[in-house]
């Protein structure tokens, strides 16, 4: 048999409005694959969401909807090391900082290939 629930709630009533309060009116996230501020959006992309009852599963379903021909190709993770000056620099300008790197590695090799 199993037992109750003796768990209190970790936040309070009042701490969720005054958290719903203080909460932002519009979201700015450039990873976010929908506009998060478009409810229409945000309808469209969890309109089809992947479920699944297993591992397996899960993976079949996600291996179907790998990108397909002519998409953008995926972008790779890595590790790469800077100065700590440098990397609080690229972070101090806002969210989007990892995609503007990206843009500038690009500008630099194609300057050096010409």
Known sequence: ???NATSKPS???EQMAAALA???DR???PDCPYDPNDPAAVAQYWQDPITSHSLTELRGKVAAR???PGRAPAKVS???RFDADVLAALKATGPGWQTRIN???REYIEARRS
């Open 103 to 105: 843009d500038v590695m």
């Open 66 to 68: 790998r990108r397909g």
């Open 27 to 29: 979201v700015d996230d």
């Open 22 to 24: 203080a909460a932002p």
């Open 1 to 3: 048999m199993k037992r």
């Open 11 to 13: 936040i309070s009533p």
């Open 78 to 80: 890595t590790t790469i």
